[in-house]
Nanobody
Framework: QVQLVESGGGLVQAGGSLELSCVPS????????MGWYRQAPGKTRELVAT???????YYADSVKGRFTISRNNAKNTVYLQMNSLIPEDTGVYYC?????????WGQGTQVNVSS
């Protein structure tokens, strides 16, 4: 089992920045990969960015150049730095972790971007 605790959501004006954090209950080194997804009102959940245990990071086209996923191994934390936010970035952001053959999800953190 892996529990994921997210934080950092909130309300921000367009053009602003937010940083989301996700702390897993297991060491990051034991996980196959971590990532961030989001779900806008009335839409399906979509992949935002991933940070695999090995290999390169991935970003959805809609966030490339604006969002950055990173890890702080000492703090056992994964971050999503979101810059130049636009109203279309509004939604619930979920942290995701892959451990063995299973996926785990955080409870979600709300991000609202006003125009």
């Amino acid at each position: 089992q892996v529990q994921l605790v997210e934080s950092g959501g909130g309300l921000v004006q367009a053009g602003g920045s937010l940083e989301l954090s996700c702390v897993p209950s297991r060491s990051i080194f034991t996980l196959n990969g971590m990532g961030w997804y989001r779900q806008a009102p009335g839409k399906t959940r979509e992949l935002v960015a991933t940070s695999p245990s090995a290999g390169t990071t991935y970003y959805a086209d809609s966030v490339k150049g604006r969002f950055t996923i990173s890890r702080n191994n000492a703090k056992n934390t994964v971050y999503l730095q979101m810059n130049s936010l636009i109203p279309e970035d509004t939604g619930v952001y979920y942290c995701n972790a892959r451990y063995g053959m299973r996926e785990y999800w955080g409870q979600g953190t709300q991000v609202n971007v006003s125009s």
